[in-house]
């Protein structure tokens, strides 16, 4: 996997000042509209949104393929539901949730180990799977999969997953509500399994 930015201090240091109040609040916005009782977050970074989730009551777990580094930054209540994993690599059942993050990790994927990472989104999420992936110019360290909201939209549905446009506006009325504060808005969507 292509994740230069784990093995990059200044990367996990500027999102302790730059963006985890903003993302603890986003994480309550969320858990308000769909009361989640488990979150993980696949590429969690210093653990922000599990801290907001967490603080709301849930059991909160999620994986950092630059874990080593990002550790001195997460949040004591969460560190020990963090752990070291590529998303690349196929995960087990066992780290289920009611709710999955995946947000702003997939541009950083080569698209011939996008598969995988969707495989591993499809069997976590029990119910809604909110992700964002980087669009077509947007600035950045180490994006190298860039892609339109459409074309996250037809990947993920190539993989067993189904867009749901009326969970995806919710969410972002919910970011709304707070001011978009990690301006992400314009590529936020939420996926759920295809059932069968």
Not at 12 to 26: D, H, M, P, S
Not at 109 to 128: C, E, F, Q, S, Y
Not at 162 to 190: C, F, K, N, S
């Amino acid at each position: 996997m292509v994740a230069e930015y784990g093995s990059a201090r200044w990367f996990f240091k500027r999102r302790v000042g730059r963006y985890e109040v903003r993302q603890i609040a986003l994480a309550s916005q969320w858990f308000r509209l769909w009361r989640p009782e488990s979150v993980f977050d696949l590429g969690c970074g210093i653990g922000s949104y599990l801290a907001g989730f967490e603080a709301c009551g849930c059991k909160v777990a999620g994986c950092e393929l630059g874990y080593d580094v990002a550790r001195k930054y997460i949040r004591g209540a969460v560190r020990d539901s963090i752990f070291k994993w590529d998303a690349t690599i196929p995960m087990t059942s066992r780290h289920g949730a009611d709710l999955v993050l995946c947000l702003d990790i997939m541009e950083h994927i080569p698209k011939d180990k996008h598969a995988t990472v969707w495989a591993n989104l499809k069997m976590l999420g029990r119910g809604p799977i909110i992700f964002s992936g980087g669009l077509p110019g947007q600035p950045g360290y180490g994006h190298i999969a860039c892609m339109t909201r459409d074309q996250w939209i037809d990947e993920a549905q190539a993989n067993g997953l189904e867009w749901q446009q009326h969970e995806t506006e919710e969410a972002l009325a919910a970011m709304d509500v707070i001011g978009d504060p990690i301006q992400m808005r314009d590529r936020v969507l939420v996926f759920r399994r295809v059932k069968a």
